[in-house]
C-alpha cells in the first residue's frame, strides 16, 4: 500500500490488521506536511497531540481492543470548525487569539471513529469568497498550478487533499464552498442535505446554509466519512433525524433506468470551452452506461446569486454582530478606554478585525435588514428562495438527479478577480441555488483545461437522497478520463 495515493477504507483496515501503525502513517503525512505546505499555505495550524493520539491507538490495538471505522486515517479540518485545543480563526484577524474548549460535533464524531485529526485548515476569512485569498493567514496556491486559485472557501481543505497532506478533509459549503474548489482542485467534494450533519461548534456565517461536508479524493472515501460526520446532534435542533445509511456499502454504478435531469436554464452558452467539453462529455459517458437525460425548467435559478447574496449577507450581519471586541476575540489597541466613545471603541475593533469582504457583506445585510427595507430585500430574497425550492421538488417528480458544471470556468489566477466581486460572486451561479434549497450536491472529477487545470461536474440529488447522488457520482468516476491523474506537487 502507497500511503500517498491510499484510500480511506485502505488506511483503516491496514491499521486494524497492524500491517501498519498509527503512528507511522501519521508521521508520514506529517512529513509531506513539513516539507511541501510551505508551496501551498493550506495548514493554519498543527495538532500537537497527533502523535501521542496515533500512539495511545496503536497500543489500543495491540490490546485487541475495537476501534473506530476510520481507525489511523488522518484528517485536516477547516478553520471554521472548532477543535478543543487547536487554534480555530476562522481564518480571520478577529478570532487570530482563539483557540475553542470544546470540539465541533463534526469533529467530536471523528475522533470518536478514531481518525487523527493533523490540524486546520486554511480558508476565506469566515468562509466568505470563492478564491481562498480573503484569508487572515494569506492566500491558499492551488497544487496543480500555483499561480492559480484553489477555489473558496474551503480552499485550504481542498489543496491539502490534492496535495495528500491528508487522507481526507472537512469542509464547510454555504454557497458552493466544498464544491467549487473540489472541482478546482481535481477532488470530491460533498455537500450533504441541510441538516444531515451538525452545525454545533461550527463558526457560523449563515446558519440556513451552511453545511458541513467531507472533501476527499474517491467516491467511496466520501461515503465513508459521510456516514461518520451525520446522523441528529441534540446540540443542534436544525439536524434531521432521519437514520443515517450505509452509503458506502451500497454504491452502484449501474445507470440502466436513471434519470438525468440538464437545467435549461444552465445550457444557454456562457461556458468556459473547456467547461462545455467536459460537460457534454459526462452527459454521453452517463447516456452510453443506459441513463436517460431529461431537459427541466427551473426559471428561478436566474435570481439564485441574488437572492443567496442577500439571504446570505442579513444573516451574516447578524451572526457577526457577537464580534465586537468587549467578550472576546480581537481589540484594537486603546491607550485609555475611559477617554473614547462606544461606538469609535466598535468602529476601531471591527474595522481592523475584519477584511474588506467581510465588511462589505456585513454593511449589505445590515442594510437590508434595516427599517424600511427588510420586506423589499430581505423579506422578498426569502419568498423567492421558497418558489425555487418549490421548482427544484416538481423538476425531481421527473428526475432522480441534476447534472450540471460547477463552475463555469476552471481555476482561475491569484488576483485575477478579487478586485472585482461582482465577477467573483457570479462564479457561484451553479452552487448556490442547492444551499438556498437545502439540497444535497457534490462535484466529481471529470475533466482537464488545455492549461492542466482540472475540472469537475456538480450532481444535485433530491433531499436526503445522497445514495443515487453517490451512485451517479461512483459511474462518473469509473469512467472519467482523469481518473489517476495527480498534481505536479506530488
Known amino acids: 500500500m502507497e500511503l500517498k495515493f491510499a484510500s480511506i477504507a485502505e488506511i483503516a483496515r491496514a491499521v486494524k490488521d497492524k500491517k501498519i501503525s498509527a503512528k ?44 473506530g471505522v476510520l481507525a489511523g486515517v488522518p484528517f485536516g479540518i477547516k478553520e471554521m470548525l472548532c477543535t478543543k485545543g487547536i487554534q480555530t480563526t476562522a481564518g480571520s484577524k478577529m478570532l487570530s487569539n482563539f483557540v475553542p474548549p470544546y470540539d465541533s460535533t463534526v469533529v467530536s464524531r471523528l475522533k470518536a471513529s478514531d481518525s487523527i485529526i493533523l490540524g486546520k485548515l486554511n480558508q476565506d476569512e469566515f468562509a466568505m469568497g470563492s478564491s481562498n485569498e480573503t484569508s487572515f493567514h494569506g492566500s491558499v496556491k492551488n497544487p496543480w498550478n500555483l499561480d492559480f486559485v484553489p477555489g473558496g472557501s474551503s480552499g485550504g481543505s481542498a489543496a491539502a487533499q490534492a496535495a495528500r497532506l491528508v487522507a481526507g478533509s472537512i469542509g464547510t459549503d454555504t454557497g458552493g464552498s466544498i464544491r467549487q474548489p473540489s472541482s478546482f482542485c481535481g477532488i470530491v467534494g460533498v455537500k450533504p442535505t441541510y441538516g444531515r450533519v451538525s452545525r454545533y461548534g461550527v463558526v457560523a456565517f449563515a446558519s440556513s446554509l451552511d453545511q458541513a461536508g467531507p472533501m476527499v479524493s474517491s467516491v467511496e472515501d466520501a461515503a465513508l466519512t459521510l456516514e461518520v460526520i451525520c446522523g441528529h446532534d441534540e446540540m443542534d435542533s436544525t439536524t434531521s433525524q432521519r437514520p443515517v445509511p450505509q452509503w458506502s456499502k451500497n454504491i452502484s454504478t449501474n445507470m440502466n433506468g436513471i434519470k438525468v435531469g440538464l437545467i435549461k436554464e444552465y445550457m444557454r452558452g456562457g461556458l468556459d470551452a473547456d467547461v462545455q467539453r467536459t460537460f457534454d462529455e459526462s452527459i454521453e459517458a452517463l447516456k452510453k452506461m443506459g441513463a436517460q437525460i431529461i431537459e427541466l425548467s427551473i426559471s428561478m435559478t436566474d435570481f439564485s446569486v441574488p437572492v443567496y447574496y442577500l439571504v446570505s449577507g442579513c444573516e451574516a450581519s447578524s451572526n457577526l454582530a457577537r464580534y465586537d471586541g468587549v467578550r472576546y476575540g480581537y481589540r484594537s489597541d486603546f491607550k485609555n478606554l475611559s477617554s473614547i466613545s462606544l461606538d469609535e471603541f466598535y468602529g476601531k475593533t471591527r474595522g481592523e478585525g475584519f477584511g474588506s469582504e467581510v465588511k462589505r457583506r456585513i454593511m449589505l445585510g445590515t442594510y437590508c435588514l434595516s427599517s424600511g427595507y427588510y420586506d423589499a430585500y430581505y423579506l422578498k430574497a426569502c419568498q423567492v428562495r421558497r418558489l425555487l425550492t418549490n421548482q427544484y421538488l416538481e423538476g425531481f417528480q421527473k428526475c432522480d438527479v441534476i447534472l450540471s458544471p460547477v463552475t463555469t470556468s476552471p481555476a482561475f489566477k491569484i488576483g485575477e478577480r478579487i478586485n472585482d466581486p461582482l465577477e467573483m460572486y457570479l462564479n457561484d451561479i451553479f452552487t448556490t441555488s442547492t444551499n438556498l434549497a437545502g439540497l444535497p450536491g457534490m462535484s466529481i472529477p471529470f475533466g482537464i483545461s488545455k492549461q492542466g487545470l482540472p475540472i469537475g461536474m456538480q450532481i444535485t440529488a433530491k433531499h436526503y437522497d445522497e445514495q443515487r447522488m453517490l451512485n451517479v457520482a461512483a459511474a462518473l468516476e469509473s469512467v472519467s478520463p482523469v481518473k489517476g491523474l495527480k498534481p505536479y506537487v506530488i
Request: glycine share 2%; charged share 25%.
Open 24 to 67: 507511522e502513517i501519521t508521521t508520514y503525512f506529517l512529513n509531506r506536511i513539513e516539507s511541501l505546505d510551505s508551496k501551498l499555505n493550506s495548514f493554519t495550524a498543527l495538532n500537537q497531540k497527533a502523535i501521542k493520539q496515533a500512539e495511545d491507538l496503536d497500543v489500543r490495538i495491540a490490546h485487541g481492543e475495537a476501534v
